[in-house]
């Protein structure tokens, strides 16, 4: 398992450079090329959010509320309470601003990729419009691209994979709910590795759960999580609120510490992927950013692609809410949280174990309020990633035969519950990292059709 972890993480380091630039220097066209416009117009967008616009007549299947929801069930998910843990662990406090810098400007690329995905709608095997990369591809571009849209889908189904979530889920249900309690923990051995019995028990219980819902479909994946995303986002920001309350005092070093360590060329444990320098904690804050809110990676727009809407330009307007939310508000309270309470600097934990350990310091019992976050997250997020998975499949194989992937999906929830974390990480760094250049190349390509859209639909707004 360690030479195979060693390898995954050098395939993820050297993917990861040239689709950083991508992502980046991507948003940053999009940003430029539309004028700044979509910015103008974000009070807009959230009025469209809450309803204001909603048109029950136009094709689709969802809602705009529940499509957005159906993509922050994924992207407000473990990343926001492990990943930015591991960011902060590895490169500082400075990671942190780095990844505000993604997420501003993947608002952007959320705008263009997401309206591209409601402009070019395409029917499945069973005549239903969908939309996402794949179709945007298939339908706007030539023949001789098709071949990139196959290669979204491949990547999509490794990359949906739910071993992340359900790996910290389970994780965490054994720190905070096991441990402490004096339960032992239990081995079976498979070849030369070792696997916790609980963790796989836990896995199977898991499974269970999430097989009530996505068996059902988008419908009620997209009603499942219209409940589920206000109640995880509340109580998230109710918990960390305590936490900087408690440890008000630290705040305002914290704040000027994230952005004087983001230029910073030292790295407070010595990790020899960082190596002490910059660009390191660069990519490391734009890796994390973009698997938290997936800007550029082209899980939204599969999402607003099944929105009902006859006005492509709001589905873009309200993707382009889901990094904001996702990032610069979770991901920088859980961040704060980790940083004020000074337990981002224990060495040898990351991930959700370290974000434990800021709730336990912060207030009594905090750990199982952490839990129950947890929890909620990673429980939205299996519902989230099933729908992209399946459809991705759907797409290379016909609708009428994608509902295996459910049951490989719902098998692979107790693989993640008993593997290592890092494997885990890596390998969907490397499927995520894939995932956005089919995305992100036609967006470039079709840019010029999402401003022109934009020019009319504001004229006519104006």
């Given at each position: 398992m360690q030479e195979v972890n060693q390898f995954l993480s050098a395939i993820a380091a050297y993917t990861w450079w040239p689709v950083l630039f991508l992502i980046i220097?991507?948003?940053?066209?999009?940003?430029?090329?539309?004028?700044?416009?979509?910015?103008?117009?974000?009070?807009?967008?959230?009025?469209?959010?809450?309803?204001?616009?909603?048109?029950?007549?136009?094709?689709?299947?969802?809602?705009?509320?529940?499509?957005?929801?159906?993509?922050?069930?994924?992207?407000?998910?473990?990343?926001?309470?492990s990943g930015v843990a591991a960011?902060?662990?590895?490169?500082?406090?400075?990671?942190?601003?780095?990844?505000?810098?993604?997420?501003?400007?993947?608002?952007?690329?959320?705008?263009?990729?997401?309206?591209?995905?409601?402009?070019?709608?395409?029917?499945?095997?069973?005549?239903?419009?969908?939309?996402?990369?794949?179709?945007?591809?298939?339908?706007?571009?030539?023949?001789?691209?098709?071949?990139?849209?196959?290669f979204f889908c491949l990547c999509c189904l490794?990359?949906?994979?739910?071993?992340?979530?359900?790996?910290?889920?389970?994780?965490?249900?054994?720190?905070?709910?096991?441990?402490?309690?004096?339960?032992?923990?239990?081995?079976?051995?498979?070849?030369?590795?070792?696997?916790?019995?609980?963790?796989?028990?836990?896995?199977?219980?898991?499974?269970?759960?999430?097989?009530?819902?996505?068996?059902?479909?988008?419908?009620?994946?997209?009603?499942?999580a219209g409940r589920l995303v206000p109640v995880m986002i509340v109580l998230h920001f109710i918990s960390v609120a305590v936490i900087l309350i408690v440890f008000s005092d630290q705040l305002p070093y914290y704040i000027k510490l994230v952005f004087t360590d983001a230029?910073?060329?030292?790295?407070?444990?010595?990790?020899?992927?960082?190596?002490?320098?910059?660009?390191?904690?660069?990519?490391?804050?734009?890796?994390?950013?973009?698997?938290?809110?997936e800007a550029g990676i082209g899980t939204a727009p599969m999402a607003m692609g099944a929105s009902i809407?006859?006005?492509?330009?709001?589905?873009?307007?309200?993707?382009?809410l889901s990094p904001v939310i996702d990032t610069l508000l979770s991901c920088s309270l859980t961040a704060f949280a980790i940083l004020v309470t000074g337990v981002w600097q224990t060495e040898g934990i990351s991930g959700i174990t370290l974000t434990s350990l800021a709730y336990r310091s912060a207030m009594p019992y905090g750990e199982y309020i952490l839990l129950l976050c947890t929890f909620v997250f990673a429980i939205s997020a299996l519902f989230s990633y099933s729908y992209y998975g399946r459809k991705a499949l759907s797409y290379l194989i016909g609708e009428e035969r994608s509902q295996w992937?459910?049951?490989?999906?719902?098998?692979?929830?107790v693989v993640g519950a008993i593997v290592s974390m890092d494997l885990v990480l890596n390998l969907i760094d490397i499927a995520f990292a894939l995932m956005a250049i089919p995305t992100m190349l036609s967006g470039f390509i079709l840019a010029p059709k999402v401003k022109a859209e934009a020019k009319r639909y504001f004229a006519k707004l104006r």
């Amino acid at each position: 398992m360690q030479e195979v972890n060693q390898f995954l993480s050098a395939i993820a380091a050297y993917t990861w450079w040239p689709v950083l630039f991508l992502i980046i220097g991507g948003g940053v066209f999009f940003l430029v090329y539309s004028g700044f416009v979509q910015y103008t117009y974000f009070s807009h967008a959230l009025q469209i959010l809450m309803g204001k616009f909603e048109d029950s007549k136009g094709p689709g299947q969802i809602s705009p509320y529940k499509a957005l929801s159906t993509a922050l069930a994924s992207t407000v998910g473990m990343g926001n309470l492990s990943g930015v843990a591991a960011a902060i662990a590895m490169g500082g406090p400075g990671a942190l601003f780095w990844m505000w810098v993604t997420s501003f400007i993947g608002m952007s690329t959320n705008f263009f990729t997401s309206t591209l995905a409601s402009m070019y709608r395409g029917k499945d095997s069973t005549g239903e419009l969908q939309g996402g990369p794949m179709y945007v591809i298939r339908e706007a571009m030539s023949k001789h691209w098709q071949p990139m849209a196959t290669f979204f889908c491949l990547c999509c189904l490794v990359g949906m994979l739910p071993i992340f979530q359900a790996n910290q889920l389970t994780q965490a249900i054994v720190d905070i709910g096991l441990k402490p309690a004096g339960i032992e923990e239990k081995m079976f051995m498979i070849g030369q590795s070792s696997f916790s019995v609980h963790k796989f028990v836990i896995g199977l219980l898991i499974t269970v759960l999430v097989s009530v819902v996505i068996i059902g479909g988008i419908k009620r994946i997209g009603s499942w999580a219209g409940r589920l995303v206000p109640v995880m986002i509340v109580l998230h920001f109710i918990s960390v609120a305590v936490i900087l309350i408690v440890f008000s005092d630290q705040l305002p070093y914290y704040i000027k510490l994230v952005f004087t360590d983001a230029f910073s060329a030292t790295n407070y444990h010595g990790d020899p992927f960082l190596g002490g320098v910059l660009g390191g904690i660069i990519m490391l804050g734009v890796r994390r950013a973009t698997f938290s809110n997936e800007a550029g990676i082209g899980t939204a727009p599969m999402a607003m692609g099944a929105s009902i809407s006859t006005e492509p330009v709001r589905e873009g307007l309200i993707s382009m809410l889901s990094p904001v939310i996702d990032t610069l508000l979770s991901c920088s309270l859980t961040a704060f949280a980790i940083l004020v309470t000074g337990v981002w600097q224990t060495e040898g934990i990351s991930g959700i174990t370290l974000t434990s350990l800021a709730y336990r310091s912060a207030m009594p019992y905090g750990e199982y309020i952490l839990l129950l976050c947890t929890f909620v997250f990673a429980i939205s997020a299996l519902f989230s990633y099933s729908y992209y998975g399946r459809k991705a499949l759907s797409y290379l194989i016909g609708e009428e035969r994608s509902q295996w992937y459910d049951y490989f999906y719902l098998s692979m929830i107790v693989v993640g519950a008993i593997v290592s974390m890092d494997l885990v990480l890596n390998l969907i760094d490397i499927a995520f990292a894939l995932m956005a250049i089919p995305t992100m190349l036609s967006g470039f390509i079709l840019a010029p059709k999402v401003k022109a859209e934009a020019k009319r639909y504001f004229a006519k707004l104006r």
